[in-house]
């Protein structure tokens, strides 16, 4: 079982930048895939970001602007916003999934979920 916690929203005008984290406990998640999504008003929860072993999958549309990065030792991963724009708005959610192949970006493949955390951007 993991539990996961994000922090780091907050309100931010456009081309400022953010930095969220997502503390794991009960299970080191060295092994696990590491997600971001996230979901703005009236629409559905989207990929932003993800890393396995190492390698960092993007949404087309934060490559660029967003990156992810872990520190194993204190079980947490950022999400590193920059250049961001009145439509990144939204809760963004931490994900964890046990699986070590396989598709990256879709909600189902991830098993556990942060409570999210709201970023909103202003023009």
């Known amino acids: 079982q993991v539990q996961l916690g994000e922090s780091g929203g907050g309100s931010v005008q456009a081309g400022g930048s953010l930095r969220l984290s997502c503390a794991a406990s009960?299970?080191?998640?060295?092994?696990?895939?590491m997600g971001w999504f996230r979901q703005a008003p009236g629409k559905e929860r989207e990929f932003v970001i993800a890393?396995?072993?190492?390698?960092?999958y993007y949404a087309d549309s934060m490559k660029g602007r967003f990156t992810i990065s872990t520190n194993n030792v204190k079980n947490t991963v950022y999400l590193q916003m920059n250049s961001l724009k009145p439509e990144d708005t939204a809760v963004y959610y931490c994900?964890?999934?046990?699986?070590?192949?396989?598709?990256?970006?879709?909600?189902?493949?991830?098993?556990?979920w942060g409570q999210g955390t709201q970023v909103t951007v202003s023009s």
């Open positions: 994900a964890a999934s046990s699986n070590s192949y396989g598709a990256i970006r879709e909600r189902d493949r991830y098993q556990y």
């Open positions: 009960g299970r080191t998640f060295s092994s696990y895939t």
């Open positions: 890393i396995r072993n190492d390698v960092i």
